[in-house]
Nanobody
């Protein structure tokens, strides 16, 4: 089972990036998925979560209106569209998946069973 995150990079403030997280080894179409991030010298924090069907999403307040989480179950992939990026969004971004018995959104990292390796996002001022 592997979650492969990609799409990170260096962008200027106000710019956009689209992160992707492709799952392999098994299907996650019946599980909720999420994005977390860890900035320099900071603890890992919740960013966004999406339920199994994509019909329900949840965001941390500081990304609402700027970030959008979505998923394509046919491709076993979850996305994070990030617009209006700020220097404080600089972090390693991780995707994660809950187990099959947990289709609903969650902001708690302890409720995610599978984790990707992370992709670096750097926003310059």
């Amino acid at each position: 089972v592997q979650l492969q995150a990609s799409g990170g990079g260096l962008v200027q403030a106000g710019g956009s990036l689209r992160l992707s997280c492709a799952a392999s080894g098994r299907s996650f179409r019946s599980a909720a998925m999420g994005w977390f991030r860890q900035g320099p010298g900071k603890d890992r924090e919740f960013v966004a979560s999406i339920n199994w069907s994509g019909g329900s999403t949840h965001y941390v307040d500081f990304v609402k209106g700027r970030f959008t989480i979505s998923r394509d179950n046919a491709k076993n992939t979850v996305y994070l569209q990030m617009n209006s990026l700020k220097p404080e969004d600089t972090a390693v971004y991780y995707c994660a998946a809950r187990g099959d018995s947990y289709p609903g959104v969650s902001r708690s990292d302890s409720e995610y069973r599978y984790w990707g390796q992370g992709t670096q996002v750097t926003v310059s001022s």
